[in-house]
């Protein structure tokens, strides 16, 4: 099978396409044909070893999303079979390859009406979008959401659930083809995050009470200005960050706020299980609905690395072996 190998930590260049011996499932795993594989900005921290405790090991292949085909099943593994169209939640192997091996309990059964390549932007984006607003902040029906980088991956995720949940939701992107796609996903107002003026328009439109709660995909840039624009009672789930942040703890005691933080793979298991059937009801039930905003081929790895980090992001991408 083909595979895309980093044996040394570095720039997009350092993704490699290699040829590789199919692996075989073990008892309760499962051995998905990866029909499109997500890619995640994370994972272009890992590939430079800037990802901290984070780092894989070398060499290792990229990648935790994938949807595909069920091609073979280990021991103990009697609800799934050849053929079942799945997407994963995380793999043993690396989804960017031709096939993924993965733990039974990682892998959710994929509904017809969703494409492989849609499926393929589920486990990341969504997840964290589900723990962020539903596990963490405790959002509630009328509570205003404010959604950083609203066109991306999660952003559009968060606005897919938020949506679904009752909220009053403001979304934010960088350009007008940005604006229009979180317009369209449902947003209530969508605001141009290079706007001078666009924190005022927030506090505007919420008349004077700020957001209820924040995801927060840039905490270096946004967090001291996040904290003057909650409500009272309000929270900040951090969910990116390109470096530190500084802030102002009067503007939390003030609001009796808090900021929250986390990273998916921090997640207990039963956690994940139920965020994997929260993703799989929503899709059956047509609320959830990932946009695909570019398809490469597995072999242009590197150049969807230098897209997932470059600004105006659309949708996710994904690679196709």
């Given at each position: 099978?083909?595979r895309?190998?980093?044996?040394a930590?570095?720039?997009?260049?350092?993704?490699?396409?290699?040829?590789?011996?199919?692996?075989?499932?073990?008892?309760?795993?499962v051995?998905?044909?990866?029909?499109?594989?997500?890619?995640?900005?994370?994972?272009?921290?890992?590939?430079?070893?800037?990802?901290?405790?984070?780092?894989?090991?070398?060499?290792?292949?990229?990648?935790?999303d994938a949807?595909?085909?069920?091609?073979?099943?280990?021991?103990?593994?009697?609800?799934?079979?050849?053929?079942d169209?799945?997407?994963?939640?995380?793999?043993?192997?690396?989804?960017?390859?031709?096939?993924?091996?993965?733990?039974r309990?990682?892998?959710?059964?994929?509904?017809?009406?969703?494409?492989?390549?849609?499926?393929?932007?589920?486990?990341?984006?969504?997840?964290?979008?589900?723990?962020?607003?539903?596990?963490l902040?405790?959002?509630?029906p009328?509570?205003?959401?404010?959604?950083?980088?609203?066109?991306?991956?999660?952003?559009?995720?968060?606005?897919?659930?938020?949506?679904?949940?009752?909220?009053?939701?403001?979304?934010?992107?960088?350009?007008?083809r940005?604006?229009?796609?979180?317009?369209?996903?449902?947003?209530?107002?969508?605001?141009?995050?290079?706007?001078?003026?666009?924190q005022?328009?927030?506090?505007?439109?919420?008349e004077?009470?700020?957001?209820?709660?924040?995801?927060?995909?840039?905490a270096?840039?946004?967090?001291g200005?996040?904290?003057?624009?909650?409500?009272?009672?309000?929270?900040?789930?951090?969910?990116?960050?390109r470096?530190?942040?500084?802030?102002?703890?009067?503007?939390?005691?003030?609001?009796?706020?808090?900021?929250?933080?986390?990273?998916?793979?921090?997640?207990?298991?039963?956690?994940?299980?139920?965020?994997?059937?929260?993703?799989?009801?929503?899709?059956?039930?047509?609320?959830?609905?990932?946009?695909?905003?570019?398809?490469?081929?597995?072999?242009?790895?590197?150049e969807?690395?230098?897209?997932?980090?470059?600004?105006?992001?659309?949708?996710?991408?994904?690679?196709?072996?």
């Open positions: 099978m083909k895309i190998r980093v044996h930590f570095g720039g997009p260049e350092v993704l490699v396409i290699e040829d590789a011996e199919l692996p075989k499932p073990g008892p309760q795993e051995l998905i044909r990866v029909k499109a594989a997500g890619v995640n900005p994370y994972e272009t921290y890992a590939r430079a070893g800037t990802y901290g405790a984070r780092n894989p090991t070398l060499p290792y292949t990229p990648g935790s949807a595909g085909t069920v091609e073979a099943v280990g021991e103990g593994v009697r609800d799934l079979a050849r053929g169209r799945v997407f994963a939640m995380g793999t043993l192997t690396g989804s960017y390859a031709e096939f993924a091996l993965c733990e309990t990682r892998v959710q059964w994929l509904p017809n009406p969703i494409s492989y390549a849609q499926g393929a932007g589920l486990f990341v984006p969504y997840a964290t979008a589900y723990r962020a607003l539903f596990q902040a405790r959002i509630a009328a509570e205003t959401l404010l959604v950083h980088g609203a066109s991306g991956g999660v952003g559009i995720a968060a606005l897919q659930f938020a949506r679904a949940a009752g909220l009053i939701v403001i979304g934010t992107a960088g350009t007008e940005g604006l229009e796609l979180v317009g369209r996903q449902g947003a209530h107002h969508a605001l141009n995050h290079h706007a001078p003026d666009y005022t328009q927030i506090i505007g439109l919420t004077g009470r700020g957001a209820d709660a924040i995801l927060e995909v840039l270096n840039v946004n967090l200005q996040d904290l003057r624009m909650l409500a009272s009672g309000g929270r900040v789930v951090v969910i990116g960050s470096g530190d942040a500084t802030i102002t703890p009067r503007d939390l005691m003030a609001r009796d706020a808090s900021i929250m933080a986390m990273m998916l793979w921090n997640v207990p298991a039963e956690g994940l299980r139920k965020i994997g059937w929260a993703i799989r009801a929503g899709l059956e039930k047509g609320f959830l609905d990932p946009v695909v905003g570019l398809e490469l081929p597995l072999a242009q790895a590197a969807a690395h230098r897209r997932i980090v470059s600004p105006g992001a659309l949708g996710k991408i994904v690679l196709i072996p």
